[in-house]
């Protein structure tokens, strides 16, 4: 019989930590979540991977190794990633990696060190930090404009400089897909994309 990879779903909380290498446990970066939405899709996306790896592998000493720490109830629960790779229930490895575990590794990537050209997951409230500024997804709203047929949505973003000053982003999506806007911060300008990057390749809805 596989071992699943939770006997219990009731998660609460997950912690994920970058350490500087597999035989170094110097933390990197750490960041917690509560937030429901994602610890809910996060764990359907590991159960979507092969929980009966197929392969051994052997790490040397400055392996990348990335520990997501799941509390369950009582109980916590530590899945890891080494060198980019997830091991199983099974303490093996999947040869082939498939799109789920390749997207979660870049997610986890992008939170933990964000970069203006990384597709980031829209978490609601998680500052991410770029070296000039940070931005914030607040959420969005919803507006239908009964009885005309017109409905609309907004989402929200919070730009904070480094010295303090606020400005508020909005991108709104309908008739019409959401369209890219520029804000400056200083005197550089950014593009904040939530339909396609700057490749023209489509984002999907939960990424901006």
């Not at 009966?52 to 190794?65: N, Q, V």
């Not at 979660?104 to 060190?113: P, Q, S």
């Given at each position: 019989m596989l071992r699943p990879w939770f006997e219990n779903r009731n998660c609460s909380a997950v912690t994920i930590t970058k350490y500087t290498s597999i035989s170094k446990h110097t933390v990197e970066k750490s960041l917690s979540f509560e937030n429901t939405d994602f610890i809910e899709g996060l764990v359907g996306r590991i159960e979507r991977i092969l929980p009966?790896?197929?392969?051994?592998?052997?790490?040397?000493?400055?392996?990348?190794?990335i520990e997501l720490c799941f509390e369950i109830e009582v109980l916590i629960q530590k899945i890891h990633f080494y060198s980019k790779k997830i091991k199983t229930p099974?303490?093996?490895?999947?040869?082939?990696?498939?799109?789920?575990?390749?997207?979660?590794?870049?997610?986890?990537?992008?939170?933990?060190?964000?970069?203006?050209?990384?597709?980031?997951?829209?978490?609601?409230?998680?500052?991410?930090?770029?070296?000039?500024?940070?931005?914030?997804?607040?959420?969005?709203?919803?507006?239908?404009?009964a009885p005309v047929s017109l409905s609309f949505t907004t989402d929200?973003?919070?730009?904070?400089?480094?010295?303090?000053?606020?400005?508020?982003?909005?991108?709104?999506?309908?008739?019409?897909?959401?369209?890219?806007?520029?804000?400056?911060?200083?005197?550089?300008?950014?593009?904040?994309?939530?339909?396609?990057?700057?490749?023209?390749?489509?984002?999907?809805?939960n990424y901006f």
């Open positions: 009966d790896g197929d392969m051994m592998i052997s790490f040397g000493p400055d392996a990348e190794h099974s303490t093996g490895f999947n040869s082939f990696r498939s799109q789920d575990e390749l997207s979660i590794y870049r997610d986890i990537d992008a939170i933990l060190f964000p970069e203006v050209s990384k597709n980031i997951l829209k978490l609601k409230d998680l500052e991410i930090s770029f070296p000039d500024f940070s931005i914030t997804y607040l959420g969005s709203t919803y507006r239908d404009e929200k973003y919070l730009i904070l400089d480094e010295k303090g000053a606020e400005q508020i982003v909005e991108i709104t999506s309908g008739q019409l897909p959401p369209q890219p806007v520029t804000f400056k911060v200083g005197n550089a300008s950014f593009v904040l994309n939530s339909f396609q990057n700057n490749s023209g390749d489509l984002l999907n809805p």
